[in-house]
């Protein structure tokens, strides 16, 4: 791959997380002040979890079979970009509901093909995919730095994370029909490649790597969707919680550029997921202690193994056991499996965790409502150390493209 190829897949993932980022990190907070119950800010962020239960499949059904992956890319990045606008002026339950399922439905599918055409064009995955996919870690930040800045100049009010996305994805939309052309692949004998996807499940070594994706990626949603509250519980100012939530995939790009490439080639992806999935207790157990704050921000960091050596050594290795004809749509099994069943259903459960240790009471006169967080956050930290010692027992590492 040449120099100029891996700049513009660069900037594919930049823009790619930057509009994922801009809203996804500070809306929760944003909900929680205008009113919504912890079930209803958790249906919003189901959303997309249920999208990528749905929608997936059909984009790489379309990726491998129908039309060119980048041209799926910008149209429906395009089409994001005036649903977010449209979702800038909403305040009600209800219509933020119905207009982000459909932005959902749209934006899904994007989040497995990103990595499904950088991978069809790269010539060393295990080396050159990290430096492009940390271009989108940067994104996030540069998401989370930018929105802090919008509200500096034009305040804080309901819906500015979501014009900052409608830019964002206008851009992302536009840049898409300049990446090298990806025709779909027609050498595969079955026409619906999503089926031939779903027979990897027949081998128990992926089937066991899918399993334990889905438990882990359920609890992912307690870092997403509850992390912003829990730091402004503990005194971080919600005009700073962009760029201070931004530390993590700080650490990410560092995990993405220095560990990654220099650690996978040498203890395999068995010992990289496993490195990934111990961080994770660990963040949630300092969460659980809450102090001192500056403790539990630099837990933050610990995101970047969670995320890096969990879920982008996951997409790599997906990569490496899928056969080249439906390689699209095996990335989107596993985000089906991932960022679809898993947070959709880890929504629903952060949500109900959230509300069932939530209480409210009168004080001076005053209505109160305190959240006990290490109740809130002793529930993910039990649960991935059971997934962590469970991976160690049945995942065993298996060979190259084709073997699954």
């Given at each position: 791959?040449?120099?100029?190829?891996?700049?513009?897949?660069?900037i594919?993932?930049?823009?790619?997380?930057?509009?994922?980022?801009?809203?996804?990190s500070?809306?929760?907070?944003?909900?929680?002040?205008?009113?919504?119950?912890?079930?209803?800010?958790?249906?919003?962020?189901?959303?997309?979890?249920?999208?990528?239960?749905i929608?997936?499949?059909?984009?790489?059904?379309?990726a491998?079979?129908?039309?060119?992956t980048?041209?799926?890319?910008?149209?429906?990045?395009?089409?994001?970009?005036?649903?977010?606008?449209?979702?800038?002026?909403?305040?009600?339950?209800?219509?933020?509901?119905w207009?982000?399922?459909?932005?959902?439905?749209?934006f899904?599918?994007?989040?497995p093909l990103?990595?499904s055409?950088?991978?069809?064009?790269?010539?060393?995955?295990?080396?050159?995919?990290?430096p492009?996919?940390?271009?989108?870690?940067?994104?996030?930040?540069?998401?989370?730095?930018?929105?802090?800045?919008?509200?500096?100049f034009l305040?804080?009010?309901?819906?500015?994370?979501?014009?900052?996305?409608?830019?964002?994805?206008?851009?992302?939309?536009?840049?898409?029909?300049?990446?090298?052309?990806?025709?779909?692949?027609?050498?595969?004998?079955?026409?619906?490649?999503?089926?031939?996807?779903?027979?990897?499940?027949?081998?128990?070594?992926?089937?066991?790597?899918?399993?334990?994706?889905?438990?882990?990626?359920?609890?992912?949603e307690?870092?997403?969707?509850?992390?912003?509250?829990?730091?402004?519980s503990i005194?971080?100012?919600e005009?700073?919680?962009?760029?201070?939530?931004?530390?993590?995939?700080?650490?990410e790009?560092?995990v993405?550029?220095?560990f990654?490439?220099?650690?996978?080639?040498?203890?395999?992806v068995?010992?990289s997921?496993?490195?990934?999935?111990?961080?994770?207790?660990?963040?949630?157990?300092?969460?659980?202690i809450?102090?001192?704050?500056?403790?539990?921000?630099?837990?933050?960091t610990?995101?970047?193994?969670?995320?890096?050596?969990?879920?982008?050594?996951?997409?790599?290795y997906?990569?490496?056991?899928?056969?080249?004809?439906?390689?699209?749509?095996?990335?989107s099994?596993?985000?089906?499996v991932?960022?679809?069943?898993?947070?959709?259903?880890?929504?629903?459960?952060?949500?109900?965790?959230?509300?069932?240790?939530?209480?409210?009471?009168?004080?001076?006169?005053?209505?109160?409502?305190?959240?006990?967080?290490?109740?809130?956050?002793?529930?993910?930290?039990?649960?991935t150390?059971?997934c962590?010692?469970?991976?160690?027992?049945?995942?065993?590492?298996q060979?190259?493209?084709g073997?699954?």
């Amino acid at each position: 791959m040449n120099l100029s190829m891996m700049i513009r897949f660069g900037i594919m993932m930049f823009l790619q997380y930057a509009v994922w980022g801009a809203w996804f990190s500070v809306l929760s907070a944003a909900l929680e002040n205008m009113g919504f119950t912890g079930m209803q800010i958790g249906s919003i962020y189901s959303l997309l979890p249920l999208a990528c239960i749905i929608s997936p499949f059909v984009g790489g059904q379309i990726a491998d079979r129908y039309l060119n992956t980048e041209k799926f890319l910008g149209i429906s990045h395009l089409i994001g970009a005036a649903l977010m606008l449209i979702l800038s002026k909403q305040t009600e339950f209800g219509n933020l509901y119905w207009i982000m399922l459909i932005y959902s439905l749209l934006f899904a599918p994007t989040l497995p093909l990103t990595n499904s055409i950088t991978f069809q064009h790269l010539t060393s995955v295990e080396r050159q995919f990290g430096p492009i996919r940390v271009a989108g870690t940067v994104g996030w930040i540069a998401a989370g730095a930018g929105i802090d800045q919008w509200r500096h100049f034009l305040g804080l009010y309901p819906g500015d994370c979501f014009q900052l996305t409608a830019i964002l994805s206008l851009l992302l939309g536009l840049f898409c029909f300049a990446l090298p052309k990806t025709p779909p692949n027609r050498e595969g004998a079955n026409p619906w490649a999503f089926l031939e996807a779903i027979r990897l499940l027949r081998n128990k070594v992926f089937l066991v790597f899918i399993l334990l994706s889905f438990i882990v990626a359920t609890e992912l949603e307690f870092y997403y969707i509850l992390t912003g509250p829990f730091l402004v519980s503990i005194g971080i100012p919600e005009a700073n919680l962009g760029t201070t939530m931004a530390l993590a995939q700080v650490a990410e790009i560092l995990v993405m550029l220095v560990f990654l490439p220099w650690l996978l080639p040498r203890i395999g992806v068995r010992n990289s997921l496993a490195l990934g999935i111990i961080a994770w207790p660990i963040r949630y157990a300092i969460f659980c202690i809450g102090q001192p704050t500056w403790l539990v921000v630099a837990s933050l960091t610990l995101h970047g193994f969670c995320y890096v050596f969990f879920f982008t050594v996951g997409q790599i290795y997906v990569d490496e056991v899928a056969p080249k004809d439906i390689r699209g749509s095996a990335q989107s099994l596993h985000a089906f499996v991932t960022l679809g069943l898993g947070l959709f259903l880890g929504s629903f459960f952060c949500g109900w965790i959230r509300d069932l240790f939530t209480e409210t009471k009168e004080i001076a006169g005053e209505m109160v409502t305190t959240v006990n967080y290490f109740n809130v956050f002793m529930v993910p930290c039990v649960l991935t150390i059971v997934c962590a010692a469970a991976f160690l027992i049945t995942f065993r590492e298996q060979g190259k493209r084709g073997e699954a």
